[in-house]
T-cell receptor, first 112, second 111 residues
Framework: NAGVTQTPKFQVLKTGQSMTLQCAQDMNHNSMYWYRQDPGMGLRLIYYSASEGTTDKGEVPNGYNVSRLNKREFSLRLESAAPSQTSVYFC???????????FGDGTRLSIL | GEDVEQSLFLSVREGDSSVINCTYTDSSSTYLYWYKQEPGAGLQLLTYIFSNMDMKQDQRLTVLLNKKDKHLSLRIADTQTGDSAIYFCAEKDGTASKLTFGTGTRLQVTL
């Protein structure tokens, strides 16, 4: 019962370094999402992929890129990390838009 | 754009009922969700309600929806210490494939 798996769980980067956060789901879901969670701000959508082969910007896409590698995997890349990107990042997936989203356990990212 | 608001904190005594409230602005919302987040963990879906429903009950959880006032509530009966967590309300409109989340309500259960 893996569900949505995110790697790594924790990471510390220096300003300017690059990094890719990985997400994989084994539920045969069509749609996948990347959120960031900051204190007092709830979850904000960074990018999403409604189906394999498509990606769209969310509320806070600047500084990030995504790749929907196949139906299972959706990665988030920080090309040049900035301290403002220190956050907890969550990946989620759903079979289609009306169904509830299932979340991974998150990646805690600190940028010094 | 869409906006979802929640109070930040609620404290209740073990055994009492908890009521967590949420208001939203998007009148075209189709589904409304409640998620639970325990420390260091991801979001766990608790329940959800379609906008043509007024109420949904699932064991100790009761969701009430007032579409006229755009108000959603989650009632937890017989609150236990294991219910201590952050509870997020989220809404989805009819056209978008993404959710808008509230800021979360931290529920503290005291003995």
């Amino acid at each position: 019962n893996a569900g949505v798996t995110q790697t790594p769980k924790f990471q510390v980067l220096k300003t300017g370094q690059s990094m890719t956060l990985q997400c994989a789901q084994d539920m045969n879901h069509n749609s996948m999402y990347w959120y960031r969670q900051d204190p007092g701000m709830g979850l904000r959508l960074i990018y999403y992929s409604a189906s394999e082969g498509t990606t769209d910007k969310g509320e806070v896409p600047n500084g990030y890129n995504v790749s929907r590698l196949n139906k299972r995997e959706f990665s988030l890349r920080l090309e040049s990390a900035a301290p403002s990107q220190t956050s907890v990042y969550f990946c989620a997936s759903t079979t289609h838009g009306n169904q509830p989203q299932h979340f991974g356990d998150g990646t805690r990212l600190s940028i010094l | 754009g869409e906006d979802v608001e929640q109070s930040l904190f609620l404290s209740v005594r073990e055994g009492d009922s908890s009521v967590i409230n949420c208001t939203y602005t998007d009148s075209s919302s189709t589904y409304l969700y409640w998620y639970k987040q325990e420390p260091g963990a991801g979001l766990q879906l608790l329940t959800y309600i379609f906008s043509n429903m007024d109420m949904k009950q699932d064991q100790r959880l009761t969701v009430l929806l007032n579409k006229k006032d755009k108000h959603l509530s989650l009632r937890i009966a017989d609150t236990q210490t294991g219910d201590s967590a952050i509870y997020f309300c989220a809404e989805k409109d009819g056209t978008a494939s993404k959710l808008t989340f509230g800021t979360g309500t931290r529920l503290q259960v005291t003995l």
